[in-house]
């Protein structure tokens, strides 16, 4: 089966392309020595003109991973989640593509302040019009190996003797094993057409996330809890750091909870268990 994936060169697409090495894979990406895929992999230059890579690689699948969290250059939240979204969703239902699988995020609404957020509905809203098969699944806080959490942590311990977070800010923390397997039933057919809250079994504050993944990260470091209006007027500021330690975008975020609704099935559903998101690796 010919499977095209965007977005692959990422620590979730890295994961996913493990559970599809018996399949001809089509990985197209700007930076090829990013993408671990199998070998025989097709590896085209990604373009812009997303239809006519699909017209040229007629995939029976799609995989939408592409995804930024933060905005550069012309590389906007509406360009990469919407847009893109939607050039491949246009080549899918031209050439016979027969399932479409897109990365949400929880959270996703077209009323929501985060511009984040909003393009990935309005990517979601698109798919679902587009009379396709399709599966949207949406994580939460995605823990594991090659996590971008965990190497800004490293970086930002090199000089912060402690890790002040917003404490009423809040999230239900997802494996990434149980993600990529989930991704990989609804490539291989063993999943229903709809759409699925990808996330752990407990909610947990940011204060209690940041406190495990120092530890998974074997940093020692005390983590302070503060409310999240706190870091609102600190926004300017962290603005001019290089890697800034929050933007608004993060921020507005934050807003409400990184939690599942309870309104679609979840990981439990899929594969029958919930691997603890800080589990293997714990202190490594």
Sequence with gaps: MRILVTGAGGFVGTAILKRLSAHDLVLPSRRRQNIAGPAGQIAPEFTEDLEALV??????????????????????FEKVHFEYTRRLVDGAGKYGVRRFIQMSALGASAA????????????E??????GLDHVIFRPSLIIGPGQKMFSDLRKLAAYSPFFPVPSDALATPVGLEDVADCFASAALGGLGEGI??????????FKDIFRLALEYCGINRPVLGLPRIFFYPLLPLFSLFPQPPM??????????????????????????????????????
């Design 196 to 205: 699925y809250e990808l996330a752990g079994t407990e909610e947990m504050s």
């Design 112 to 123: 929501s302040p985060s511009r984040y957020l909003s393009s990935k509905a309005r990517a």
């Design 247 to 284: 933007t608004r975008e993060q921020y507005l975020m934050l807003a409400g909870p990184n939690s599942p609704s309870g309104r679609y099935p979840g990981v439990k559903e899929i594969l029958g268990g919930i691997r603890d998101a800080f589990g293997p690796g714990r202190g490594g």
């Design 55 to 76: 017209a040229g690689h007629r995939p029976e699948i799609i995989i939408n991973l592409l995804g930024i969290l933060n905005e550069s250059g012309g590389e906007t």
């Design 125 to 130: 809203e698109y798919l679902q019009n587009s």
